[in-house]
């Protein structure tokens, strides 16, 4: 059974950092690439980044860049988001994700298949 459990969540001031992680059982990511998205209340959920497992390609939506890194170690078949300066608006829950889309396609929630439960990252100012 594939399951996906992220970590790392909690309550940070506005212009602190933390690190969300994502494991996975019943499946390694290799082949995969690994998504980052995130639902604040009252809003669709969105995407924030991915990593392409095979050679670490990464993209991100425009209002992280600069801020957020997602990374893996191949090592522990983990997926991480580093978030710095964090922002009140950062505020939601977040779930990685995985898909086999091509790169055009990894904003689209609709393409990923496996889901973890999701973390709370609330960002106070």
């Known amino acids: 059974q594939v399951q996906l459990v992220e970590s790392g969540g909690g309550l940070v001031h506005a212009g602190g950092s933390q690190r969300l992680s994502c494991v996975a059982s019943g499946l390694t990511f290799s082949g995969y690439t690994v998504g980052w998205f995130r639902q604040a209340p009252g809003k669709e959920r969105e995407f924030v980044a991915a990593l392409r497992w095979s050679g670490g390609g990464t993209d991100y939506t425009d209002s992280v860049k600069g801020r957020f890194t997602i990374s893996r170690d191949i090592t522990k078949n983990t997926v991480y988001l580093q978030m710095n300066s964090l922002k009140p608006e950062d505020t939601a829950i977040y779930y990685c994700?995985?898909?086999?889309?091509?790169?055009?396609?990894?904003?689209?929630?609709?393409?990923?298949?496996?889901w973890g439960q999701g973390t709370q990252v609330t960002v106070d100012s």
């Open positions: 994700a995985i898909t086999r889309a091509v790169r055009s396609s990894w904003f689209d929630q609709s393409m990923y298949y496996y």
